[in-house]
């Protein structure tokens, strides 16, 4: 089970923190990652992480302004949005798979689990 937190409205230029905590099973050989849905638009991957260790990974839209972390004891990720333009405006996805080969994973189709999910708006 994954569960979000931490969206709300900003105004342009302004920061948002969003946390994603695992439940249920053993996640530290998982890897999890943030994806954002638009309205009428398809879900797109923003960043992602292995619990057990490396770097994250960044869509282009992501790189230098958002941070991927990662707190394996607790199975926990977070991500720290600053610079937020209306465009980050969505709903953002936290998901997460198991697959130990194939890379980090931007595509939804090659993830698992998935979050309900929790609203960004960015005002300009």
């Known amino acids: 089970q994954l569960v979000e937190s931490g969206g709300g409205s900003v105004q342009a230029g302004g920061s948002l923190r969003l946390s994603c905590v695992a439940s249920?099973?053993?996640?530290?050989?998982?890897?999890m990652g943030w994806f954002r849905q638009a309205p009428g638009k398809e879900r797109q991957f923003v960043a992602g992480?292995?619990?057990?260790?490396?770097?994250?990974y960044y869509s282009d839209s992501a790189k230098g302004r958002f941070t991927l972390s990662r707190d394996a004891a607790k199975n926990t990720v977070n991500l720290q949005m600053n610079m937020l333009k209306p465009d980050d405006t969505s709903v953002y996805y936290c998901?997460?798979?198991?697959?130990?080969?194939?890379?980090?994973?931007?595509?939804?189709?090659?993830?698992?689990?998935w979050g309900q999910g929790t609203q960004v708006t960015v005002s300009s």
């Open positions: 992480i292995t619990l057990s260790g490396g770097n994250p």
């Open positions: 249920g099973r053993t996640w530290n050989t998982y890897v």
């Open positions: 998901a997460a798979h198991g697959r130990l080969v194939g890379g980090i994973g931007i595509y939804p189709s090659e993830y698992d689990y």
